[in-house]
């Protein structure tokens, strides 16, 4: 077993064990034939994650791949990995100034990154605050991250006074439900909802504290969720819809208390309260951590679908025809569904059929969703959300992934367009294939790719 297959345990965290079937192509596990090779040299083209490098020249080619998508999605191999952070910064100071982007979207809670927004576009709040509060699943430890908030507030400030700013938004399940290192906590969502109904509606405000404040030590904690009763979760469960409803129907005369960016967001955390919900109501009722997760893979297929209704948010607060760029794991950016990789001992519980956030973007968005999938091959990385970072030697490829096909094109960094393969090379991309995260056609799921060979780690712990 190698060095991945070996420390799988430390990925599958992130996504929950995420597993998905496809039977829309052929499977194989034989080599790609040599017109693929032909055909990927040849096509290919090389690009840099320096951050600092002098030019974007590289990037136009990529330019031209997304042509007039409105949402582009880069997926990265593994969390932790820096150069696929720093490629995605380059890729996102290009798109902003060249392309016009206006938004970035993060595989990051929603309802977290409204203070992270407030300081990005608006310059409200400090740096520090905006990083902690601000973006959830321990992610706030990536210096890339810290790099990219930088730039986009520096790019914002330097912006007229009346032109749009470039924002960013999370569109995750808020409070990292399931992450146990996570700094925000499941009871954001609702507590924001509170406490903007304390400003505005003391009357209403005061009814719902007396209906949910008992509730919110649950939502923080997994353990303490899982002893709630069926009746205590039902009561829960009808109070956040009474919330929601308050919210929608008074929503005129909150914004004249407020402002209609305020009820926007609030009503949003009210319906994000529901998403956490719906995600805890997965889980058994008495349920303890010995008695297994495997009722966390209907909380995956609910996440999954959470972020594809916070995109559709997000864009929706958007000016008409904003063009996002969105990042997250290349697993959720998938525009199919998949199966976990053969190599990966998954207990038989822990499979599930499910439909990754990509899937439900390229069924609303068409071709206006492009995405682009990080593959890599060797390097090491630190599971930054430890309590004691160690290092994990990712291992390199099996032979009979496909990440051992682009590693053996010989080029260091490049991107290449997954659609344009002619007959001889497309039947092996289309071919369902082992890949380090999934089992998956490659070019099924995947518009684009971004290869790196060599990773090193990007957290701030280490």
């Known amino acids: 077993m190698n060095g991945s297959a070996g ?12 597993a998905f079937s496809s039977t829309t192509f052929a499977q194989s596990t034989e080599p790609p034939p040599q017109a693929f090779y032909d055909w990927a040299r040849a096509s290919l083209h090389p690009v840099t994650s320096n951050i600092n490098a002098p030019s974007t020249a590289d990037l136009a080619p990529l330019g031209e791949m997304i042509g007039s998508a409105r949402i582009v999605a880069f997926g990265e191999s593994l969390h932790s990995a820096s150069e696929p952070l720093a490629f995605r910064n380059r ?39 905006a990083i902690a509060d601000g973006i959830s699943h321990g992610f706030d430890q990536f210096r890339m991250n810290h790099e990219l908030v930088r730039w986009l ?39 924001f909802a509170l406490n903007y109904l304390d400003e505005v509606d003391l ?51 909150y914004v004249e208390t407020s402002s209609e960016y305020d009820q926007a967001w609030a009503e949003r955390a009210a319906v994000s309260a529901r998403q956490v919900d719906s995600w805890f109501r997965q889980m058994p009722p008495n349920w303890v951590l010995a008695d297994g997760l495997a009722w966390t893979s209907e909380a995956q297929i609910i996440r999954d679908r959470v972020m594809a209704d916070n995109l559709d948010w997000v864009l929706s607060f958007l000016p008409e025809n904003a063009r996002v760029f969105v990042f997250a794991a290349a697993p959720h950016i998938a525009a199919q569904k998949y199966d976990m990789p053969s190599w990966m001992d ?11 956030f990509g899937a439900y973007a390229r069924s609303r968005h068409g071709n206006d ?10 390097g090491e990385i630190y599971f930054c959300q430890a309590t004691n970072p160690t290092p994990l030697d990712i291992g390199n490829p099996e032979e009979f992934w496909g990440e051992h096909a682009f590693a053996n094109l010989g080029i260091d960094e490049y991107v290449l367009d997954l659609r344009i393969a002619p007959p001889g090379a497309s039947e092996w991309v289309d071919q369902v294939k082992d890949h380090r995260n999934f089992k998956v056609s490659t070019r099924g799921a995947f518009d684009t790719l971004y290869y790196v060979k060599t990773i090193q780690s990007d957290c701030m712990t280490n």
């Open 7 to 18: 420390n799988k345990k430390y990925f599958l965290p992130l996504f929950l064990a995420t």
């Open 203 to 253: 009357e209403n405000a005061r009814e719902f504290h007396n209906r949910m404040d008992s509730y919110l030590p649950a939502l923080a904690s997994t353990n303490d969720y899982g002893v709630l009763s069926s009746s205590r979760r039902d009561a829960l469960s009808a109070a956040i819809e009474d919330l929601i409803s308050l919210l929608e129907r008074r929503q005129l005369d």
């Open 91 to 129: 890729v996102i100071q290009y798109l902003v100034e060249e392309l016009g982007f206006t938004a970035v979207i993060l595989e990051s809670g929603l309802v977290e990154s409204r203070t992270l927004n407030d300081y990005v576009a608006f310059g409200i709040g400090n740096f520090d605050d």
């Open 153 to 191: 507030r520096a790019h914002n400030a330097a912006l007229p006074e009346d032109a749009p700013k470039v924002q960013i938004f999370g569109m995750d399940v808020s409070g990292s439900p399931g992450n146990l290192g996570a700094r925000r906590k499941p009871d954001s969502a609702l507590a």
């Open 369 to 378: 969703y492009v995405n682009i999938l990080n593959i890599l091959y060797e």
């Open 346 to 356: 998954i207990p038989e519980d822990r499979l599930y059929t499910s439909i990754p």
